[in-house]
């Protein structure tokens, strides 16, 4: 599966996705008063591509991480059938 979530954390409150939504999907926004935090679902292979592109907007970025197992691993957990269908078919 090519397929990855990216939890990508900023400073400040910046949406980035307005800059990205054309692209890909982008989710699970959170914030606080310095940083905000989106889960990105994108192809393995564009993750250098969309941090090139988020910081040539100014973007200052904090911190990134492949989240993907994890939230396979915390939907496995839950006993909820259609939500395992959509992980499991991801």
Request: glycine share 2%; aromatic share 8%.
């Amino acid at each position: 599966d090519n397929l990855r979530i990216y939890n990508v954390i900023v400073v400040n409150d910046v949406d980035i996705s307005k800059l990205l939504s054309n692209r890909y999907e982008v989710f699970c926004r959170s914030k606080d008063n310095k940083e905000s935090t989106f889960r990105i679902k994108l192809p393995r292979e564009d993750i250098a591509k969309v941090l090139k592109l988020l910081i040539e907007h100014g973007v200052q970025i904090v911190e990134y991480s492949d989240i993907t197992h994890d939230i396979k691993d915390f939907m496995l957990e839950e006993d909820d059938n259609e939500v395992l269908y959509k992980i499991r078919n991801y």
